[in-house]
């Protein structure tokens, strides 16, 4: 079975630090994996989608990298922003079903 | 455009009722996903549908829960005799699901709190 972790479960920087969330999967044999952005009460928005061929997506200030034989991938953010404070997710397609697996999320905060 | 839509975004219930909650896929999007996400955790897979088929009804939790989507658009998810621990938000989600197009796109979902 598909496990997905997020490490750290939250995280707090002051504006302007560049920053690294990471992901880890336990099967290798997935088909795309998702970023995905949740602001409280809200649903997800999707931010980066990595094919299982990709090593990298890049959208602004957003570059999430995919390593499928280390079950690893990193989404870094730029000259963070208290904007950019929400929860994000990632999200792996297993080759052989169309569901996601998400991992717990990392809450973050960019203070001002 | 329009993205997914569902309704109702609260819904309050006694134990013991029968809630229905509603999701309205991105238009021409042939796949649909319905996701429960409990507080502070990441949303799990209920159910999935390729139009009106329902390949995947693995993540249902019990058989007091049932998903419909008859014309192979909008969707029901259906929950019977509820019970407290099915307190959660769930997600809808829909996709092209054709290559490269097989992003998920989620809706705002629906907050569910049984008392």
């Known amino acids: 079975k598909q496990e997905v972790t997020q490490i750290p479960a939250a995280l707090s920087v002051p504006e302007g630090e560049n920053l690294v969330l990471n992901c880890s999967f336990t099967?290798?044999?997935?088909?795309?994996l998702q970023w995905f952005r949740q602001d409280p009460g809200k649903g997800l928005t999707s931010l980066l989608l990595?094919?299982?061929?990709?090593r990298e997506q890049t959208s602004g200030r957003l570059n999430a990298s995919l390593d499928k034989s280390s079950g690893r991938s990193t989404l870094y953010i730029a000259a963070s922003q208290p904007g950019d404070s929400a929860t994000y997710l990632c999200?792996?397609?297993?080759?052989?079903?169309?569901?996601?697996?998400f991992g717990g999320g990392t809450r973050l905060m960019v203070k001002p | 455009g329009a993205g997914v839509s569902q309704s109702p975004r609260y819904k309050v219930a006694k134990r013991g009722q029968d809630v229905a909650l509603r999701c309205d896929p991105i238009s021409g999007h042939v796949s649909l996903f319905w996701y429960q996400q409990a507080l502070g955790q990441g949303p799990e897979f209920l159910t999935y549908?390729?139009?009106?088929?329902?390949?995947?009804k693995s993540g249902l939790p019990s058989d007091r829960f049932f998903a419909e989507r008859p014309e192979g658009s909008v969707s029901t998810l259906k929950i019977q005799r509820t019970q407290q621990e099915d307190s959660a938000v769930y997600l809808c989600?829909?996709?092209?699901?054709?290559?490269?197009?097989?992003?998920?796109?989620f809706g705002p979902g629906t907050r569910l709190t049984v008392l």
């Open positions: 990595i094919q299982s061929s990709q």
């Open positions: 549908f390729q139009n009106e088929a329902q390949l995947d």
């Open positions: 989600a829909s996709s092209e699901d054709r290559e490269p197009y097989n992003e998920q796109f």
């Open positions: 099967d290798s044999a997935i088909y795309n």
């Open positions: 999200a792996v397609r297993h080759n052989a079903g169309n569901m996601l697996t």
